[in-house]
């Protein structure tokens, strides 16, 4: 071979020629790595063109390797195999591993309980990645993420239910500390409902008083939960959250459930995570972590 490997195809051709042997799919290797389909295609026509044959035969019903691909792919396995082997042993990643949830989720659950899994597990470096925006595990480099919803969650991804939604309506103590909290719909309508985005206050008042016309009532909104969760806790108005998300400021007098009724949903918060994980061992530790603290709240 020349001296440099002069006639070495690009790295990032020969990776994409891995995924897209183990798929024979361009979309499910386009998903992997992060990338659009086109642009898998034009890396497999690149490196074809490069090399003078092809290596996959394109059918009807997807993709096949040649006999070339095929013994191609096995040396090219091999290879970036050895290529990732030194380079972790020249540069060891550290132990971490990246979860992705809701700022409202993080702020008024995850974050409060972050202590303790540092004292558990040392080892581990939990990043939190807190988002409104739906995180995508490869590009955004996501190992877990907590999704509100029902499953399925998208083609490739593991799923099991964290915990159940059960919506209540909370305030400040201080704002009853006159007239005492509201009996009926006259009475709710003297106070301020705060809303967040999930807007739950028309079911809940149905659910609440039955068989009467829709309240009406002074109104502040909040683009996040945590933002009305806030503003109840300095006396604005009455917030519906999820009890999970208001249990610590409950028990610290910060707050208290208005009303026994408890809305309850059939969507649900979910773990969710790639089913090829790149960090299994770790991502396993994490889960039963989150799925413990869940059984204890």
């Not at 690149?46 to 059918?59: D, N, T, Y």
């Not at 997807?62 to 050895?82: E, K, N, P």
């Not at 008083?209 to 109104?219: V, Y």
């Amino acid at each position: 071979m020349p001296e440099g490997f002069a006639t070495l195809p690009s790295l990032n051709a020969l990776r994409v020629f891995e995924v897209v042997a183990r798929h024979l799919n361009f979309r499910l290797a386009a998903e992997e790595l992060g990338v659009t389909q086109a642009a898998v295609a034009q890396q497999i026509r690149g490196l074809e063109a490069s090399l003078g044959l092809p290596l996959f035969e394109r059918r009807a019903r997807g993709l096949a390797l040649t006999d070339a691909g095929r013994a191609y792919s096995g040396s090219i396995r091999t290879a970036l195999a050895m290529i990732d082997e030194a380079t972790r042993l020249l540069r060891p990643e550290p132990a971490h591993l990246t979860v992705s949830v809701t700022p409202t989720f993080a702020s008024k659950w995850l974050i409060p309980r972050l202590g303790a899994f540092a004292e558990c597990h040392p080892g581990i470096d939990l990043r939190v990645l807190a988002t409104d925006r739906l995180s995508h595990f490869h590009t955004d480099a996501v190992d877990i993420a907590v999704r509100y919803g029902q499953p399925p969650f998208g083609p490739g991804l593991d799923c099991e239910r964290l915990m159940a939604q059960r919506i209540v309506a909370v305030a400040s103590p201080a704002l009853f500390a006159q007239h005492g909290p509201p009996t009926s719909p006259e009475s709710l309508q003297g106070y301020v409902m705060l809303h967040d985005a999930h807007d739950d206050w028309p079911e809940f008042t149905a659910a609440l008083f039955a068989q009467h016309e829709p309240i009406s009532a002074r109104h502040m909104r909040f683009n996040q939960t945590s933002l009305a969760i806030e503003a109840a806790i300095n006396g604005q108005g009455i917030a519906l959250a999820d009890q999970a998300f208001v249990a610590s400021d409950i028990a610290a007098g910060r707050l208290q459930q208005v009303f026994g009724q408890v809305l309850q949903r059939d969507k649900a918060f979910y773990l969710v995570w790639p089913r090829k994980a790149r960090q299994a061992p770790m991502l396993e530790i994490v889960r039963d972590w989150l799925r413990q603290q869940a059984d204890d709240s």
